[in-house]
């Protein structure tokens, strides 16, 4: 867990706002890059996800963007709804094992 | 598609004791993962089975875990002498080969008093 950094910890926007969230690695050998929506008492479920040979990804609401040489990928919500309020990871990696980030609470204010 | 299921949803127990949950992944998955998640921190890996098969284990697991998956079906993950550390949620996942998605389970809340 130590190899991905996720930022920012908590977040607050108003209806209609662009939440961005951040994931730095460090595993170069990483070939899968997606993000998680977690709510409360439930386990986490896939958002989007990228390979690394493709620099963005776009799905309805949600974009990935992928930066290889920083290792860096971002998470876009366009046009927030209060039902996105949730925590959201990042998890790096591929096949046998993937690294989670810390999250990032995000709460859509109406 | 009925989901990964989890079972018990919730345990209590006394430190020293033992624990055993179930997973039961979605039936056409090959791919098992075990995660630990405490509060305000994100699921951490614990162990993968390839169908029956134990392929990866986390330094995390330490010798009080163990984890099984006979006949590539369900799993279950057993605590021995149970601690207070290690109150957690235990998250199950499946997926199938060649597809890194993950499907999560709701997860087995344990607390040790």
């Known amino acids: 867990q130590q190899q991905v950094k996720q930022s920012p910890q908590s977040l607050i926007v108003q209806k209609g706002g662009i939440p961005i969230i951040n994931c730095a690695y460090e595993?170069?050998?990483?070939?899968?890059f997606p993000w998680y929506q977690q709510f409360p008492g439930k386990g986490p479920a896939l958002l989007i996800a990228?390979?690394?040979?493709?620099s963005e990804k776009k799905e309805g609401r949600f974009t990935i963007s992928f930066n290889k040489s920083a290792k860096q990928f971002s998470l876009h919500i366009m046009d927030s709804q209060p039902g996105d309020s949730a925590t959201y990871f990042c998890a790096p990696g591929g096949g046998n094992q993937f690294y989670f980030g810390t999250g990032t609470s995000l709460t859509v204010i109406p | 598609d009925t989901g990964v299921s989890q079972d018990p949803r919730h345990k209590i127990t006394k430190r020293g004791q033992n624990v055993t949950f179930r997973c039961d992944p979605i039936s056409e998955h090959n791919r098992l993962y075990w995660y630990r998640q405490t509060l305000g921190q994100g699921p951490e890996f614990l162990t993968y089975f390839q169908n029956e098969a134990q392929l990866e284990k986390s330094r995390l697991l330490s010798d009080r875990f163990s984890a099984e998956r006979p006949k590539g079906s369900f799993s279950t993950l057993e605590i021995q002498r149970t601690e207070q550390g290690d109150s957690a949620m235990y998250l199950c996942a499946s997926g199938r080969s060649q597809v890194d998605e993950q499907f999560f389970g709701p997860g087995t809340r344990l607390t040790v008093l």
């Open positions: 595993n170069t050998a990483f070939d899968y």
């Open positions: 990228i390979r690394p040979d493709v």
